[in-house]
Nanobody, 118 residues
Framework: QVQLVESGGGLVQAGGSLRLSCAAS????????MAWFRQAPGKERFIVAR????????YYVDSVKGRFAISRDNARNTVYLQMNSLKPEDTGVYYC???????????WGQGTQVTVSS
């Protein structure tokens, strides 16, 4: 299995940037596809970005397209989410998740709070 620890959240003004990190432990990190999810108060958790195990394929929800970038460094067992041009609607708890070959995200980080002020 893989254990995930997130960091990098905080408070930022609209238009600012944050970089989230997710450090993974486990020998099979490079075999997992990784994703970032967001959950705002009163809202369901949804996927924001996804990256394949090799890093060769990425996905973004339309609302963050062009502003966020997911990346991974398998040598460091770390996945990142660079968030630029932040908007108040980006506010929420961001979770790092790891998924196996069957598609389910079976491993989750503790979440890190991102708050974007107007």
């Amino acid at each position: 299995q893989v254990q995930l620890v997130e960091s990098g959240g905080g408070l930022v003004q609209a238009g600012g940037s944050l970089r989230l990190s997710c450090a993974a432990s486990g020998r099979a990190f490079s075999s997992y596809r990784m994703a970032w999810f967001r959950q705002a108060p009163g809202k369901e958790r949804f996927i924001v970005a996804r990256i394949s195990a090799s890093g060769g394929s990425v996905y973004y929800v339309d609302s963050v397209k062009g502003r966020f970038a997911i990346s991974r460094d398998n040598a460091r067992n770390t996945v990142y989410l660079q968030m630029n041009s932040l908007k108040p609607e980006d506010t929420g708890v961001y979770y790092c998740a790891a998924g196996g070959p069957l598609g389910n995200y079976d491993h989750w980080g503790q979440g890190t709070q991102v708050t974007v002020s107007s």
